[in-house]
């Protein structure tokens, strides 16, 4: 089974924070990358970091600074902690799983979940 199960998501004031969490199932978990991405209506989607199994981690300028990734591999989670949130930062937010190095490094993720909102407000 492949299952990433995205939660945490909801609605914040600009410059708070939120912890977001994707419950992943064994063989998602155990693929070469797992990343936090986003998309915005009428927007393409985004990468914003990414986790490779050999330990390199990867922002987004986007991002970087206000929010860091992280996992759990006792939980099978991956965390995406958000601070100092601006309202550009309102989107779906997916977690999704790399096969391997090879598409990994051209954004190609081969497991998705179903995304969880951030809406953030002024």
């Known amino acids: 089974q492949v299952r990433l199960v995205e939660s945490g998501g909801s609605s914040v004031q600009a410059g708070g924070s939120l912890r977001l969490s994707c419950v992943a199932s064994?063989?998602?978990?155990?693929?070469?990358?797992l990343g936090w991405f986003r998309q915005a209506p009428g927007k393409e989607r985004e990468g914003l970091a990414s986790?490779?199994?050999?330990?390199?981690?990867s922002y987004a300028d986007s991002i970087k600074g206000r929010f860091t990734i992280s996992q759990d591999d006792a939980e099978s989670t991956l965390y995406l902690q958000m601070n100092n949130v601006k309202p550009e930062d309102t989107a779906m937010y997916y977690c999704?799983?790399?096969?391997?190095?090879?598409?990994?490094?051209?954004?190609?993720?081969?497991?998705w979940g179903q995304g969880t909102q951030v809406t953030v407000s002024l």
């Open positions: 999704a799983a790399a096969e391997d190095y090879r598409d990994a490094i051209k954004g190609i993720y081969h497991y």
């Open positions: 064994r063989y998602a978990y155990s693929r070469y990358a």
């Open positions: 986790i490779a199994v050999n330990g390199m981690i």
